[in-house]
């Protein structure tokens, strides 16, 4: 069992009017086997703190701690951080010219493992990915992320997940963009990954209607840099009727 903890974070960034503060005093733990689910308004810092777990350099951390099994995260190279079992599904996917699928995936499974997969083994597994999200196997001909269509760029996403084979898989907003066809192949793709037992996810998203998919653990909203509120899945079902008014109000006053 793994355990990735996070303590008081506060995170800024650099703006033109100086540092700005985003999350602040950010609590949260995530263990194997748990799906937790963090929701909130546009602005409110989810993707933050998922680039900041991740290691982008944009995000200054400037007090707290995150750690996976003890190990202080904040000190690794973001390298450091996927060996050690973490990853991140980007919200943006960026298009990489001139490098294929094939060779993306097997060049990270590389740096991620300490050594290259057998070929044909490895060969077999894409395939068997690709197969299962929906894509033919001449995808892994296709340059990373170029020319993909919304659907296509997540579907790879969640195909780099099971290779790669993460202890904890960050989702950054996977369901935008995505029509209700590619939000099922999605969220089965998620759902196999979390069905191995030993995973932990961290799904962030503004809407509920992937949680109709995959059943969350718990569910964190998120307003103002902070948890305002944590609850299960019926916490989803509260945002979902009544949004998040509430938690806004109860921020500005305070």
């Known amino acids: 069992m793994s355990t990735l903890e996070i303590r008081d974070l506060h ?15 950010v609590n949260l733990t995530v263990r194997s086997g748990e799906t937790h689910a963090i929701m909130g308004p546009n602005g409110s810092g989810k993707s933050t703190l998922a680039y900041s777990i991740a290691g982008h350099p944009k995000y200054q951390i400037t007090r707290g701690s995150v750690t996976l099994d003890g190990e ?65 196997a001449d995808f892994a001909q296709r340059n990373v992320n170029e020319g993909f269509s919304g659907g296509e760029k997540k579907r790879h996403e969640i195909a780099q997940l099971e290779l790669l084979d993460p202890k904890f898989a960050i989702l950054d907003e996977t369901d935008s963009g995505l029509d209700i066809d590619a939000l099922k192949v999605v969220s089965d793709g998620v759902n196999r990954f979390h069905g191995k037992g030993d995973k932990g996810v961290l799904l962030i998203t503004h809407y509920t209607r ?44 305070s």
Request: hydrophobic residues 40%; without cysteine; negative net charge.
């Open 210 to 253: 992937i949680l109709r998919y995959i059943t969350p653990d718990y569910v964190h909203v998120f307003v103002d840099g902070r948890v305002a509120e944590e609850g299960g899945p019926e916490l989803a079902e509260k945002l979902e009727a009544e949004g998040y008014a509430s938690y806004q109000k109860a921020g500005a006053s």
């Open 72 to 136: 202080d995260v904040l000190s690794l190279s973001v390298d450091e951080r996927a060996r050690a079992g973490l990853f991140l599904a980007m919200q943006y996917p960026v298009e990489v010219a001139g490098v294929s699928v094939a060779n993306f995936l097997r060049t990270a499974k590389t740096a991620v493992d300490g050594k290259a997969p057998n070929l044909r083994s490895w060969v077999k597994d894409v395939n068997g990915a690709l197969e299962k999200l929906g894509m033919g």
């Open 11 to 25: 995170v800024s960034v650099e703006t033109e009017a100086g540092p700005k503060e985003i999350l602040r005093g």
